[in-house]
């Protein structure tokens, strides 16, 4: 204990940047993220200790994980509990903060985990816990279920994350220069700021002399992620007042959060100096959204170790030495031999075929042009889009291609198991002339095998909903080429026919456009008929000069040690 005490002294001595994720993912063992929001934070903070960056990142402990998937033979998503002991990799802080729930005091403690870089840079991350004896039953589950219940849980997950993360720091002695909000899930940090800033004015005659709003603004960044209206998280006040209670004065809330409900994007936007979304469109997409406010692009990263293949890895080391912490080292990719880099493609290649045929006995081969297609199944990532027209899919494909997929769905989200379940029925179906695999529990280790074992990463998504997406820049990193929708990252990404292929048209509108399948399906299955199959089994000088150009132009930028500089210069230290 005594040790852990010394650690947080440590760190305590230098004034840091908060960084608030409701998710983090930092390795595969500890379960507390779900998806792309919480691997973005996690290559954030591995990036920053890369970096030396005087950050500390703070998020639920999520005991019980997001969830286990399991398919059945009918493509029928089963939920399991994960179940993983905090204590094996991190430490238990004696240090304990209350906040009151329901007019209850509920005693919050945090567990210390350090992200240490081999720059000697460390990041401490603080897992919430609200486990805690003495606490209710009820109240020990709220930093349980990630994403799990109903508004009144998530509510309550919000308050210890934005409040008691707040008081947490404070009480450990940290001095906090900036606090990050990754997503409005944390925007009720500004709340307890306000309080703390709060000034002691005997006559109130302007409630706006009490609450500095200024002050709390310097000091606050937020990222937003989420394109749609519906997406963000919105509270009604009846609610927030029984389990929050009148924690500002609801009228001053209600100016800096909405009037009809608790928008906690709009309480982030109102509170927030630097606000930024996450890839250029997407920042557009947010203005549009949010009139009226300055919303800042800065285009997501991923970690570059993190996310190149063991047999990259070396191949890099050997070549651009340095690149884990210099990404830029990337420009000089044309320095490896093109067999050395199909030689290292290659073991990714053979290392995801043996696994996806362990795991699901599809007998799939080394040498067929192999597509990956892994992301949350939700409907408007068109995860069975290239199964539009299954004749013209068969006609193209038979023999020539092999898919594979993966992907979870949210529990609550019916359309989107069903669409696992439709790839189940289609897998069955083409089985004799086009392979198709269903990878269940799709997870950071998976993620890994597939964006560096394929040869071609899919993604179908509709028009502007993919704020940003980043498994594409991870495929990159692994000299996998990119066949995406212009959206996200890949507006920024895509040269056609050089760093990889585009679907369907150029955007021109950030508001959603409906009606696309069509015209995208056709745009797909012309370009893998005949562009992207013919290059792949005829040319593969032009097929590794194009590997080439997705690291030397692709993780060359895409990576988040350019993302972490950027926030630096941009949102921290202005
Ligand atoms: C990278 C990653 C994601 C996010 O990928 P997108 O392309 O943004 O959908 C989701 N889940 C896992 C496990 C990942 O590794």
Redesign the pocket.
Known sequence: MDSVLKQIHEFTKEPKIAYFSMEI?ITNDIPT?S??LG?LAGDTIKSSADLNLPMIAVTLLSRKGYFKQEIDDRGRQMEEPVSWEPSKFMALLPTKVNVQIEGRDVAVQSWLYNVKSLTSGSIPVLFLDTNVEGNTPEDREITSCLYGGDQVYRLKQEIMLGIGGVRMLRELGFEIKKYHMNEGHASLLTMELLRIFKRDIEEVWDEDLVWDVDRVRDICVFTTHTPVEAGHDKFPYDLILRVLGEFIPLKVLKRLGGEERLNMTLLALNLSKYINGVAKKHGEVSKNMFPGYEIHAITNG?HSYTWTSESFKRLYDKYLPGWANEPELFVRVGRIPDEEIWSAHMEAKKDLIDYVNAETGVGMDYDTLTIGF???ATAY?RADLLFTDMERLTRIGAGKIQIIYAGKAHPKDEAGKWLIEKIFVIKEKLKDKIKIAYLKN???D???KLVSGVDVWL?TPLRPR?A?????M?AAHNGVLNFSVLDGWWIEGHIEGFTGWSIGPAPTETTLVEGLDRLDAEDLYSKLENIIIPLFYNDGRTWIRMMQNAIGKNAYYFNSHRMMRRYVTEAYIR
């Open positions: 993912g993220y998806g792309g691997i991923v892994a992301r949350r990532k799709y997870n950071m998976i993620a890994l993604n993919e940003s997406g980043t498994s594409g991870k």
